[in-house]
T-cell receptor, first 106, second 113 residues
Framework: GQSLEQPSEVTAVEGAIVQINCTYQ??????LSWYQQHDGGAPTFLSY????GLEETGRFSSFLSRSDSYGYLLLQELQMKDSASYFC???????FGAGTRLTVKP | DTGVSQDPRHKITKRGQNVTFRCDPI?????LYWYRQTLGQGPEFLTY????????KSRLLSDRFSAERPKGSFSTLEIQRTEQGDSAMYLC???????????FGPGTRLTVT
């Protein structure tokens, strides 16, 4: 069936780098998006990959390998405000993963 | 502020009652989506519109749920004969067109007692 799998939790310290992985099974794949959601807030768009490779947006980068049905979100120079849930989502069928809760510790 | 607004922000209702939520998307956005989110889960797709046309409805959505976007602008989501399992955050999002990033509203939190 169609699904996106990502780790449920990740913990890292301020200033570190963290990678959040996403593997997917979906038909008619058009790309992978990443969203951030703080507790009590709405999801906000971070990044999108339609083609294989790395997309960089400031401290955040996202990678996609369509042959491996795999992508990741890379967060660099972690800050406390990065503590949130991160979701990968498929572009074509609006399906979201269950989310990875990132906790950044001092 | 993403520009998508939802009303009400919170709704408490008794089981069996009907509820209606409203979403006002960003004005130039053609696509409008409805999702449901429960604690610890990602948004679950319910339905989406291209202008006023409802193009897809999740197979998970029961017949008690209906959505409209009568003039291609705002949209309403109605839940009839609410059940406790309907308690969730209902999120609306809009995008400029197919394949573009979605902008989410703040959500309507529904509690069915």
């Amino acid at each position: 069936g169609q699904s996106l799998e990502q780790p449920s939790e990740v913990t890292a310290v301020e200033g570190a780098i963290v990678q959040i992985n996403c593997t997917y099974q979906t038909s008619g794949f058009y790309g992978l998006s990443w969203y951030q959601q703080h507790d009590g807030g709405a999801p906000t768009f971070l990044s999108y990959n339609a083609l294989d490779g790395l997309e960089e947006t400031g401290r955040f980068s996202s990678f996609l390998s369509r042959s491996d049905s795999y992508g990741y979100l890379l967060l660099q120079e972690l800050q406390m405000k990065d503590s949130a849930s991160y979701f990968c989502a498929s572009r074509n069928d609006m399906r979201f993963g269950a989310g990875t809760r990132l906790t950044v510790k001092p | 502020d993403t520009g998508v607004s939802q009303d009400p922000r919170h709704k408490i209702t008794k089981r069996g009652q009907n509820v209606t939520f409203r979403c006002d998307p960003i004005s130039e956005h053609n696509r409008l989506y409805w999702y449901r989110q429960t604690l610890g889960q990602g948004p679950e797709f319910l339905t989406y519109f291209q202008n006023e046309a409802q193009l897809e409805k999740s197979r998970l959505l029961s017949d008690r749920f209906s959505a409209e976007r009568p003039k291609g602008s705002f949209s309403t989501l109605e839940i009839q004969r609410t059940e406790q399992g309907d308690s969730a955050m209902y999120l609306c999002a809009s995008s400029l067109r197919e394949g573009y990033e979605q902008y989410f509203g703040p959500g309507t939190r529904l509690t069915v007692t």
